[in-house]
């Protein structure tokens, strides 16, 4: 059975930090490249950033590069996300993505508010 567990998620301050973590199971880990996703009230779901199977290419999107840094251990079947500098408009549920060719498998998102 495939499980992707996103945690880490909450409310924080404008400028403040998170820390989001994802621990997969069911699958290879070590195949998929993996990413996060976010969705915004009334918006669509957009890419945040995404790093190989092998964890050495690393792609962010641009409005969050320099603030938030994805990162993966495949020896613990865990990917992370560190989110520093936050702005309200980052404000969103997060998802955990693994894919390979065309499969997808997703978590079932945590929010993370941003507001004083």
């Known amino acids: 059975q495939v499980q992707l567990v996103e945690s880490g998620g909450g409310l924080v301050q404008p400028g403040g930090s998170l820390r989001l973590s994802c621990a997969a199971s069911?699958?290879?880990?070590?195949?998929?490249?993996m990413s996060w996703y976010r969705q915004a009230p009334g918006k669509e779901r957009e890419l945040v950033a995404r790093i190989n199977s092998a964890g050495n290419i690393k792609n962010c999107a641009e409005s969050m590069k320099g603030r938030f840094t994805i990162s993966r251990d495949n020896a613990k079947n865990t990917m992370a996300l560190q989110m520093n500098s936050l702005k309200p408009e980052d404000t969103a549920v997060y998802y955990c993505n693994a894919n390979a060719r065309l499969v997808n498998y997703w978590g079932q998102g945590t929010q993370v508010t941003v507001s004083s």
């Open positions: 069911g699958f290879t880990f070590s195949s998929y490249a």
